[in-house]
């Protein structure tokens, strides 16, 4: 049995989520349904991270096993079976015992506010056309990183065992007129980035202070974060892989 994972990017606008869900469209479902045609065998694939409904990802991964050999047009064939939203970007070969989930090391997420009416941004980002203070949003994304329990930023419902994630890099850009929240961590909760983005907001635009954000991350309450931002402005960027785990798989174009 040989085992590979595959790289898609998609637009999540006509999804329940990407993860597989009973009597739901996903992303997961479409891509499954692909390999199953292609290979005439039944596909059942492993995700490597979850996105909500209406979250894009520009990366993502899947794993999946099969004996059947793939085609030299695999990747030509299952981008004409798949929908114009979603795209499979490579393929590559990995031990049997490697896992789409569980070997990656970290991942980056952004989120994009614009400022200005733009119809091309619609299901790109979040149209936010109100006076933020850049410097208290840039305070406050520098201040997640000093912190490991996101309890606060965690949507209910989880069943997630532990709330501790290692926030790498968070940031904030402004190119133009856009308003761009950079995010990497080991792993994230269910919401988190969207609730993190929300709760920044409230600080930017004056209605949090710092020691209330402060305050409101070391209750471990999510009432306390505002989860209220569009999923269209989130992106799923990058999931990172240990250096030589993914071996490239070669295709007739």
């Known amino acids: 049995m040989n085992r590979y994972f595959i790289e898609v990017a998609y637009k999540g606008a006509q999804y329940s989520g990407f993860q597989v869900q009973e009597n739901a469209h996903t992303v997961q479902?479409?891509?499954?349904?692909?390999?199953?045609?292609?290979l005439r065998e039944k596909i059942e694939s492993t995700g490597s991270s979850r996105t909500d409904a209406g979250?894009?990802?520009?990366?993502?991964?899947?794993?999946?096993?099969?004996?059947?050999?793939?085609?030299?047009?695999?990747l030509y064939k299952i981008n004409a079976i798949l929908p114009a939203d979603v795209v499979l970007k490579g393929v590559y070969r990995v031990p049997e015992d490697a896992n789409s989930r569980f070997a990656a090391l970290g991942r980056?997420?952004?989120?994009?506010?614009?400022?200005?009416?733009?119809?091309?941004?619609?299901?790109?980002?979040?149209?936010?056309?109100?006076k933020l203070d850049i410097e208290a949003l840039q305070e406050a994304a520098g201040i997640i990183r000093e912190y490991s329990d996101f309890t606060t930023f965690s949507k209910r419902n989880t069943q997630v065992r532990t709330f501790i994630c290692a926030i790498e890099e968070s940031f904030w850009t402004v190119e133009g007129e856009r308003i761009i929240y950079n995010v990497t961590a080991n792993r994230f909760l269910r919401g988190?980035?969207?609730?993190?983005?929300?709760?920044?907001?409230?600080v930017g635009?004056?209605?949090?202070?710092?020691?209330?954000?402060?305050?409101?991350?070391?209750?471990?309450?999510?009432?306390?974060?505002?989860?209220?931002?569009?999923?269209?402005?989130?992106?799923?960027?990058?999931?990172r892989y240990p250096e030589g785990l993914l071996e490239p798989v070669s295709f007739i174009r």
């Open 108 to 130: 980056s997420y952004e989120y994009t506010l614009y400022t200005h009416k733009d119809p091309f941004m619609q299901d790109r980002g979040y149209f936010f056309p109100y």
């Open 55 to 74: 979250v894009n990802a520009r990366q993502n991964f899947l794993h999946f096993d099969t004996d059947v050999p793939l085609h030299p047009q695999f």
């Open 29 to 38: 479902a479409e891509v499954d349904r692909a390999l199953s045609l292609l």
């Open 205 to 239: 635009r004056g209605k949090l202070t710092i020691p209330e954000f402060r305050a409101a991350i070391e209750s471990r309450d999510c009432t306390r974060a505002d989860f209220a931002v569009p999923p269209q402005g989130l992106f799923l960027m990058t999931v």
């Open 192 to 202: 988190m980035v969207r609730g993190l983005v929300g709760t920044m907001l409230r």
